[in-house]
């Protein structure tokens, strides 16, 4: 486990003051939420963020922290002192506290605050486990269909001494059809281990879907560009295409302009009710690549009266 | 468990949160829920009423982003819920370009 210095995280020096240490984290808060930050690893970062202000904001791990890792530096092997814990009194519960996400903290934080809360704690009181919280990424087509996807997440917990762990663990989570983007599946028991007996917390898991350029989604509503061919589009025809849901024949109508929808009605997401598949068409030029592809233009050209300018005063 | 057991859970809106599980899956009191849906920031309020004390995952997402902001920007909840209405409006508008098959910028 690497040390982390959480001075070098919140860009402060060791010895700030405790409104310098409130500023740089708002400003680091306000550079990588999720919710407005643009940076690529914004999550992450903002994990550390707040696993560093959860430190440095609190004087009594902030005293304990500057103990255990003065001869330590960023990414150095570190291992908590043996008498770890003793001579210190944490107020909250530790890894469990008043931070919300704080199971989500890194292996270095349990190691350190983790063990000395839950040492003391643990035994004494019977608690709830802690809610989790993950984001998982789905193809559109699993929410037509249902799916499986094994997802794998890193978390905290007591071993038979009290002591916090963390382990790795890979889960296989059935995806219900008619998932919505942004929805959340509720997995009961796999959140963190409960105290004294306690129930285990949940497992929030909330549903994305991977961008497909192919298709946009509004609610269970599914809108996918169709391209077609000019003649397609003039004259009309019946053509083959392929949706979430499966290959579908489609009646193109006569005289359709590029942008033109047509409605599938209950082919969008399944649900009560199901959403309608959006056909956009996109009409698709050939290109004059041939000498038969330009005489076919110029045939046009020649003998079909067409100004789409017309309507600009052209 | 072994690795091959398939996890079955509950699609939240199928099964809504009450006011217990809400507050537990935000790591936040219950009390802290009611004061903000009494203030109309959470849930369904009509004319100074609540209709009810069920939410759905819309409002799981709504009270997690109303927790985070408060706690990191230390923002008061009337703040708090400004700048999650803002998000949300946005995303709104990013979903409807989305839909009309606009670039965001």
């Known amino acids: 486990m690497e040390f982390r210095d959480y001075y070098q995280i919140l860009g402060v020096s060791k010895t700030a003051t405790a409104d310098e240490i409130k500023k740089a984290y708002r400003k680091q808060a306000r550079k990588y939420h999720p919710d407005v930050s643009k940076e690529a690893d914004a999550e992450i970062r903002m994990k550390e963020v707040n696993e560093a202000n959860a430190v440095l904001s609190d004087p009594e791990k902030r005293v304990a922290y500057d103990q255990a890792g003065s001869h330590y530096h960023p990414g150095q092997e570190f291992q908590p002192p043996p008498d770890w814990g003793t001579g210190f009194e944490f107020s909250g519960d530790g890894a469990h506290g008043s931070y919300a996400d704080s199971a989500e903290f890194s292996d270095f934080f349990s190691s350190l605050f983790g063990q000395a809360g839950g040492g003391r704690g643990a035994g004494e009181h019977r ?105 397609e589009a003039a004259l009309g025809a019946a053509i083959e295409v392929p949706t979430p849901a499966g290959s579908v024949r489609v009646n193109v109508p006569s005289g359709s302009q590029a942008g033109r929808k047509l409605r599938l009605k209950e082919r969008g997401i399944p649900g009560k009710p199901a959403g309608d598949l959006y056909l956009v068409l996109e009409i698709v030029l050939p290109p004059a690549a041939t000498d038969k592809a330009r005489q076919l233009y110029e045939t046009m050209a020649r003998e079909m009266d067409f100004n789409p300018r017309q309507g600009m005063g052209a | 468990m072994t690795r091959d057991d398939i996890l079955t859970g509950v699609l939240l809106d199928e099964v809504a949160l009450n006011l217990d599980e809400l507050a537990c899956a935000c790591a936040v009191e219950p009390n802290w829920i009611v004061e903000r849906v009494e203030a109309g920031f959470l849930g369904n309020v009509v004319a100074g009423q609540i209709t009810r004390w069920q939410f759905t995952s819309t409002e799981l997402a709504r009270a997690r982003r109303l927790a985070a902001v408060e706690r990191d920007f230390e923002a008061n909840p009337e703040l708090a819920a400004l700048v999650a209405d803002l998000i949300e409006e946005v995303e709104r508008l990013k979903g409807r370009l989305a839909a009309a098959g606009l670039p965001l910028a």
């Open chain 1, 127 to 231: 608690a709830r486990g802690g809610d989790h919280h993950a984001k998982v990424m789905i193809e559109l087509a699993d929410a037509y269909h249902g799916a499986t996807q094994t997802i794998t997440l890193r978390g905290a917990r007591l071993d038979p001494a009290g002591h916090v762990v963390t382990e790795e663990r890979t889960l296989r989570v059935q995806i219900p059809k008619g998932v919505k983007e942004g929805q959340h599946i509720r997995l009961a028991g796999q959140g963190s281990p409960g105290f004294g007996g306690g129930a285990a917390g949940d497992l929030y898991l909330e549903v994305h879907f991977r961008p497909d350029p192919r298709y946009r989604v509004d609610g269970r509503d599914v809108h996918e560009t169709v391209p077609v061919t000019p003649w």
